[in-house]
């Protein structure tokens, strides 16, 4: 019965936990489990945890295309789609400060159905799917994948060596990738908030762009 006591506190008067206690285990459950037959009885609606990923590619200094909006637009809800792990989504495209680091904040619901839905977060697979279907359709997209910027770069001495010409779009990087569980309505609630333009501190807010932000979602209302 430990969802009995997670609960108690707001949503059960302890005085008669007891007795009502004693009471509920005699009653048909009509198929429920205990737990959610207790839920319904109380009135709990119990929390589906959700889980936030930001989507920072290598593409900082790169002018901001409508391609580019849309590929990264068709990752989003590629994995979304893929293998059955969420029931809604919620996202949204940001161009940042200087108006050419497109970049994404998504939140999902975990499909709380799916056996073993946590595995793949906990083990850090996930982040590997989000690649693979990353680097499935920029192979499908020449003009993502042509897509290059100068870069001044270090050799193993520390030396700075000439400006090269190197791929971008590619979120191989650790840093390109940050996740967040969300285990309650609080931590919830900031993060899409987080997706609003107007409520994000003002350190944290977009310049104006013409293309973002770009905002989706998918079961959301």
Known sequence: MSFVRRYQAEYIDSLDLKEKM???LDVDTGGLTIEEWCMNYYGVVKFNECWMLNVSPNWK????????VNFFIGVIEGFYENADRFTKMRYVLENGHGKDH???????TLNTKK??????????????EFRNV????????????????????????????????????????????????????????????YLVEDLKPPSHQNDIHPLCPVVGSKGYE
């Open 22 to 24: 004693t009471n509920i």
């Open 61 to 68: 200094g790169c002018l901001i295309t409508r391609d580019m």
């Open 102 to 108: 497109l970049h994404a904040h998504i939140v999902f």
């Open 115 to 128: 056996p073993g839905f946590m595995t793949p977060i906990r083990k850090g697979n996930i982040l590997q």
């Open 134 to 193: 990353w680097n499935r359709l920029v192979k499908d997209n020449p003009s993502m994948n042509n897509l290059t910027i100068d870069d001044e770069w270090l050799d193993p001495e520390g030396t700075y060596c000439p400006k090269r010409k190197k791929k971008i779009g590619l979120i191989d990087e650790r840093c390109a990738l940050n996740t967040c569980l969300l285990t309650n309505e609080g931590m919830l609630k900031d993060k899409l908030d």
